[in-house]
């Protein structure tokens, strides 16, 4: 059987939401705005979600929402802007769990949706994500420890630094390995080097681990890397 090769045009991004650094944050972050993008891949057996965006507005989330003047954007709507329909999504993962990434995965029950081991109990861990949208009625979560393949052609990596289950998509893409990296490397300007990026290294909750994976990252000698608070891509 011929391996199987995903087109780059496969891959929709989807943009989730955009957000306002907190005043308090550090250069060069503070009051700019930061986006949320979330991405489909379509493939022969159906549609794999990176991601599900921000949890909508819920009376738990008034002040988060209000210091942070998040603007959340609604999965249904933004999936059929790119022609898919929310029941097109065969399965799923987030790259962790936090309420940026994953959370609108309540629209999906039944439907497989894989998470690292590790992720999902930080999780249930005190303050770490608004977990009504994530550990819902009906939820299909598939435990994972390191490498899996979701289908033909595409698999979930570990990469923690971030937090301690992150996992990135390896897509093997026509040309060369294509990757969506979460927050496991955090902008277009990090990965390059950029000085004056907006990175993920400085505030990692593992700085080594965050290291070693974004060492692990590039030695795929990825042909693209897409970003999960970053619309632009590498090569831009
Ligand atoms: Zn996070
Ligand atoms: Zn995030």
Known sequence: MAPVTIRATDVVALPMGEFTFAPDWPYPYAGQTGVVVAYAVRHP???FLFDTGF???APDLVEFYA???VRPRDLAEVLGEAGIG?????????CHLHLDHAGQNDRFPGIPIHVQRLEWAAAHEPDYTFLETIDFAG???EQLEGDHEVAPGIRLVPTPGHSPGHQSLVIDAAGGPLLLVGQAVYSHGEWIGLDDAREGA?????????ASSVARLRALNPKRVLFGHDRRGWPS
């Open 45 to 47: 057996g159906g549609v």
């Open 55 to 57: 949890a909508a507005a």
């Open 67 to 69: 210091r942070w003047a």
């Open 86 to 94: 929310i029941g097109d999504v065969t399965a799923l993962a987030n």
């Open 139 to 141: 939820a299909s979560y």
């Open 202 to 210: 400085s505030s990692a909750a593992d700085g080594q681990a965050y």
